[in-house]
């Protein structure tokens, strides 16, 4: 028995190396624009206080209840301060490691419930472990910072199922821990409802494996509680789904063509796993979703192979196999596109699915590990040596691919233009890309990039948004209105389109549209950049002067001006609007205000000049 644990003891510790060595090389990396943005804009999740408990804890409408991602995030703002993002790095890379290691623990529960060989349990167990450590189909799940979830998700899964076996096979007090598993898995991501039919086809599969009087009368006190916690967490994903746009048109136009569409998404993802050597942030393809394309009947033909194998094997006794075939679906269920969701394909979706192709190879090389070869022409242990050698190739190529992988998610950038390298069509990718090249003010491949994203998907209210800013930034006022227009028709609440349409309005001198939108946007509260609040309020005060409304329009220019004193540009567009009012003496205080702070010397010369013109004129009129 002590032999025992100490070798379990000392694999769990080759297993967490082997986890850090593989992963290490994203401790560095920046957030990416691809929602981590949304996490530092949190301040609920930046400080443990009882008032943030509070928010976090509580239901919001529109959203998705997952406080303990939440609550991980909190923790991570309040020990890492400043270093915060190294800190979540390493935060989720310990929830990975510890994921695997409760992965390890549920195989190795799992497999003697089905063995007596408990040696080959252990192999089997290990290696499979192994395998689905440095899985490259991973990476985008260990390293994106607001991907927090899917390791949660894992981790408690496995405690969950692991405590499922053992009250299955050993003590019925463990169905409570598996219980809390399942209630910190939903409240982690919300697909983990599957879990309580995971658990059905498991205990379905040790019934039919030795077989348990009264099965199904001792059933429903296990399964009750956990289809109370699974059921309402079903409707209310699916609600806020629909509320927030999420759920998207039926592919090809019906259910029915829907599901030829989910037929081969859940191909795709064999392809995904198995057989995929360069992975990427998105995998934009062209779905068959008609019944007169061939194609899509050889997705299901493929699809009732697959399940006509779970059968056979069930007949013949191999329970495992149908399981995992079981497994494979159900956790592939809620992204399969049953509701059509705005990504076709992603890594972080196989996470979970992924661990029926790493049982499958590891089956095949524990098999061939334990097989004694009677040859005169070889040893008896040769087939180990085969076992091994495969084995280290594998683990091998996957650790590369896995390390070469987390330094593309080293930055937005870099992410982006490699996805964009593989899947030019990819419409996250140059809606992203699209934010990024704004900010380096590379308008004309902004606008490129926002009509391949458009032309993949028509509904992309981001991309046409982007698209607007760089018409607007190139002065095509005209087609950025429309955009943004369009945008707006899409996605009526959001507020980055609605300042676009009112700046449109500002450069084209439709002062009363201009302040219309300005003003909806400060009393909906949607300015929050403090600079925007004071240019935004400096430009109601212009627009009320040009409609008549003088006084209005002091008191919003004061306003400005307390807004914008440590901000020389937004001094100077203040100056202007003084001196487009004929108001010289403001004007020139605003412009001696300016001058100091301004680090631009080509700029500050030319206000100085236009300083000292104004200076003139007021000379000459006195």
């Known amino acids: 028995m002590e032999q025992k644990k100490s070798m379990y003891g000392l694999f769990a510790v080759l297993l967490v190396v082997l986890i850090f060595g593989v992963y290490f090389n994203i401790l560095d990396n920046e957030p990416t624009n691809w929602d981590d943005p949304a996490l530092f804009l949190r301040t609920a999740i930046h400080e443990i206080s009882l008032d943030n408990l509070k928010k976090v804890m509580a239901f919001s409408s529109g959203s998705t209840y997952q406080p303990v991602r939440d609550l991980s995030y909190m923790i991570d703002f309040e020990l890492w301060g400043s270093g915060v993002v190294l800190g979540m790095h390493l935060h989720g890379l310990i929830l990975y490691a510890l994921m695997i290691l409760a992965c390890w623990l549920f195989l190795l529960e799992l497999f003697k419930a089905f063995s007596d060989d408990h040696a080959l349990c252990f192999i089997w167990a290990s290696l499979s472990a192994v395998i689905f450590a440095v899985h490259p189909v991973h990476v985008e799940s260990v390293t994106w910072l607001y991907a927090r979830k899917e390791p949660l998700l894992g981790l408690f899964t ?15 007090k463990y169905y409570v821990l598996s219980v809390v598993g399942l209630v910190l898995a939903v409240l982690s991501k919300p697909t983990a409802v599957m879990i309580p039919g995971v658990m059905i086809a498991l205990d379905l599969a040790i019934q039919a494996h030795r077989r348990e009087p009264s099965f199904w009368k001792k059933r429903l006190f296990v399964y009750i509680p956990m289809f109370v916690v699974a059921v309402p967490m079903v409707i209310r994903l699916l609600s806020v789904m629909y509320q927030v746009g999420g759920v998207k048109p039926y592919h090809g136009g019906s259910f029915w063509t829907n599901l030829l569409a989910v037929s081969q998404i859940m191909m795709g993802y064999v392809s995904l796993i198995g057989f995929t050597i360069n992975y990427a942030a998105d995998y934009p393809i062209e779905l068959y979703a008609h019944a007169h394309a061939w194609q899509a009947w050889v997705f299901v033909a493929l699809n009732v192979l697959l399940l006509a194998s779970a059968v056979a094997a069930s007949v013949r006794k191999h329970y495992l196999y149908a399981f995992f075939v079981a497994w494979y679906y159900l956790f ?19 996470f979970l699915p992924s661990l029926s192709w790493c049982v499958l190879v590891g089956f095949l090389l524990a098999k061939l590990w334990h097989l004694k070869l009677n040859s005169k022409m070889f040893s008896p242990e040769f087939p180990r040596l085969i076992a091994v050698a495969l084995f280290s190739v594998l683990v091998l190529s996957y650790s590369y691919m896995t390390h070469r992988q987390n330094d593309i998610w080293q930055n937005s950038q870099v992410l982006w233009e490699d996805t964009l390298a593989k899947y030019p069509d990819s419409s996250p990718a140059n809606v992203n890309l699209s934010a990024i090249y704004l900010r380096q003010g590379r308008f004309k491949e902004v606008q490129d990039l926002c009509i391949t994203a458009i032309k993949a998907k028509p509904y992309d209210y981001l991309a046409i948004s982007n698209l607007a800013l760089a018409q607007m930034m190139m002065k095509q006022y005209e087609h950025a209105r429309h955009n943004y227009l369009q945008a707006l028709k899409l996605k009526p609440d959001l507020p980055k389109a609605e300042m676009g349409l009112a700046n449109t309005y500002w450069e084209t001198g439709e002062y009363e549209k201009a302040h219309g939108l300005y003003t909806k946007l400060f009393r909906e509260g949607n300015v929050i950049n403090p600079y925007h609040a004071a240019q935004y309020t400096c430009r109601l005060g212009y627009s009320s002067w040009k409609m008549g409304r003088k006084d209005e329009a002091y008191e919003f220019l004061g306003r400005a001006g307390l807004l914008s004193r440590d901000k020389p540009l937004l001094l100077k567009e203040l100056g202007m609007v003084y001196t487009s009012m004929g108001d010289v003496p403001r004007a020139l205080e605003t412009f001696h205000e300016a001058i ?6 080509e700029l500050k010369g030319k206000l100085l000049r236009l300083l000292d013109l104004l200076e003139k004129q007021t000379a000459q009129a006195y």
């Open 158 to 172: 496995f405690v969950s199922l692991w405590a499922f076996v053992l009250g299955r096979t050993h003590h019925w």
């Open 332 to 350: 592939l269920l809620p992204v399969s596109h049953i509701f059509p969701i705005s990504q076709v394909m992603a890594d972080r979706y196989a």
């Open 596 to 601: 100091p702070l301004l680090k631009d010397e």
